[in-house]
């Protein structure tokens, strides 16, 4: 009460930092509780590659990232060094970090992108059942997750595993650097095969499969609850001399944040990411799970749950088209795009599967090949450009087909688009009439950072809730809206695309065997 007073009685402008700790890079964004941002600042860290399908990063690189951005931050905005309230995080999913008694770092952390484990996601499937793992964590072993990670250096690495003290996520590290205590949050956590999500705390069943401790797994909260505050001698560190006592928030991982960052906390909302990769995000207010597990289900980061389906080649797809096949076009994303748009919807009978690296929702077949289906010597290079725009969004409405199936019926009145795709005027259109559904662009365009720092102002009760936050800081800018009769084209259209996996499965997994 005291807090949310001061914010009421003429207090000075305060800041709240939103760290999106990624693969690639971290970025702090600062934040005033109107939602202005003050400034933004990001540093690079490399991704270490030693062995085939072994993905690794170093968590110091993290750590020495999130200070130099935060010192570039400060110094680019000295305000920062006396009125930052609180913090608070996004992060690359799944990563194993483990910590022995002295807090040491005892291996590379090991990231999502990491594939090295199928044999253990096997091993936890059959020892488990997967009736019972869906009932237990509502997801199946998949080899991003960090529970066979956990598995793996058990077996590959026993003189490491006896050594560990504490697990966690990346940005918990962070979190742990921050305030010296173990702490994740219930979105991230639930990416771990370790939550009971519907439960919201640790699965004592997954524990004892894989023979640890609970006390090795950090203090689960909720992502805008306060996990403690930033030590003194850290807040030297980061040159944030100034400001008094600097609340830290859970925070959530990088799908949820970004979720909150675009404003997807009720009902009735879809978020849909037009990234490298490809993501269909809903909240709902009740507990749901896909008993065939073709979504995520996990925990969202405003107390409520999300269903997730993600696909791995989104606007890698057009990107791939268009660097390695149509590299040597002047203005290429202009030109081709231009060119498809006088192209009538579903491009006369010529399909793009998507399967460029495989697929994860809702087929999770690391066999399945991307291609053309329907070539005619009729078709010119806009027909095919327009199918590869076509045939990705065709396979996001597979997880809107789920979503629908298994909790929200026909109840989804808007998508809000982001991601680099979300700039094409032409597949914003496309994603309109293929999904029958008004596409938003809102006028939040810093995703999971932006989702973070909301986060940290909810957690110094600058707001009451993580909804009311967004309900207050993100609008629609624009709106796209489905033509009917590209809609009606489309859903022809989507029955033949939704019958073609089914059709070339076994020709994939013979490809895959070949090569």
């Known amino acids: 009460i005291t807090r949310k007073l001061q914010f009421n009685v003429g207090r000075k402008k305060m800041s709240f930092l939103g760290i999106d700790l990624g693969t690639s890079s971290v970025k702090i964004l600062a934040i005033e509780k109107d939602g202005t941002i003050i400034g933004s600042a990001s540093k690079e860290y490399p ?15 993290w750590w020495e ?33 483990a910590l022995d008694k002295n807090n040491e770092v005892l291996t590379p952390a090991i990231l999502w992108s990491d594939q090295r484990t199928q044999e253990e996601c096997d091993e936890i499937t059959k020892g488990i059942g997967q009736e019972n793992l869906t009932k237990y964590t509502s997801n199946k072993a998949l080899t991003g997750f960090t529970a066979p990670k956990i598995l793996w250096v058990k077996k590959h690495l026993p003189e490491v595993f006896e050594k560990i003290e504490h697990i966690m996520l990346p940005k918990d590290y962070i979190q742990f650097k921050l305030t010296g205590n173990y ?52 807040k030297q560190e980061l040159g944030l001399t100034g400001c008094g006592e600097i609340l830290v928030a859970a925070g959530a991982g990088d799908q949820a944040a970004g979720a909150i960052g675009a404003g997807v906390v009720e009902d009735g909302i879809l978020s849909v990411v037009l990234g490298t990769s490809g993501v269909v995000f809903v909240s709902e207010e009740e507990y749901a799970v896909d008993t065939q597990n073709r979504l995520h289900s996990f925990c969202h980061a405003n107390g409520k749950y999300h269903q997730m389906g993600v696909m791995l080649s989104a606007a890698a797809s057009l990107k791939w088209w268009i660097d390695e096949i149509q590299k040597d076009t002047k203005n290429p994303y202009d030109v081709l795009q231009e060119e498809a748009n006088k192209v009538s919807p579903g491009s006369e009978g010529l399909y793009f599967l998507p399967y460029l690296l495989g697929e994860r929702t809702p087929y999770s077949d690391a066999d399945a090949r991307g291609c053309f289906i329907g070539l005619t010597i009729s078709h010119k290079r806009a027909h095919m450009t327009r199918s ?64 973070a720092a909301i986060l940290a102002a909810v957690a110094a009760d600058a707001y009451d809730s993580v909804d009311e936050a967004c309900k207050a800081l993100i609008a629609t800018t624009q709106v796209t809206n489905p033509i009917p009769e590209h809609v009606e084209a489309y859903n022809k259209h989507y029955k033949i695309y939704n019958s073609l996996y089914s059709t070339l499965q076994s020709t994939f997994n013979e490809i895959a065997k070949n090569n």
């Open 183 to 234: 702490a994740t949050d219930v979105s991230d956590a639930s990416g771990m095969l370790l939550l009971d999500v519907k439960n919201r705390k640790w699965s004592r069943e997954m524990i004892d499969f894989l023979g640890i401790k609970e006390e090795m797994l950090p203090k689960v909260f909720e992502s805008y609850e306060v996990t403690g505050t930033v030590k003194e001698a850290v």
């Open 47 to 61: 991704v270490y590659y030693p062995k085939p399908n072994h993905a690794e990063q170093n968590p110091q690189d």
């Open 65 to 97: 990232g999130v200070k130099g951005a935060m010192k570039q931050l400060v110094g680019e905005h000295p305000r920062l060094a006396s009125d930052v309230e609180s913090i608070s995080f996004s992060g690359q999913m799944h990563g194993l970090v």
């Open 388 to 451: 590869v725009l076509e045939g990705v969004i065709f396979g996001l409405r597979d997880s809107l087909e789920i979503v629908k199936e298994i909790s929200q019926g026909d109840g989804i009145r808007e998508v809000r688009l982001s991601g680099g795709g979300a700039k094409s005027k032409l597949w914003r259109q496309i994603v309109a009439d293929i999904f029958g559904i008004p596409v938003h662009l809102t006028n939040a365009t810093e995703g999971a950072a932006f989702g």
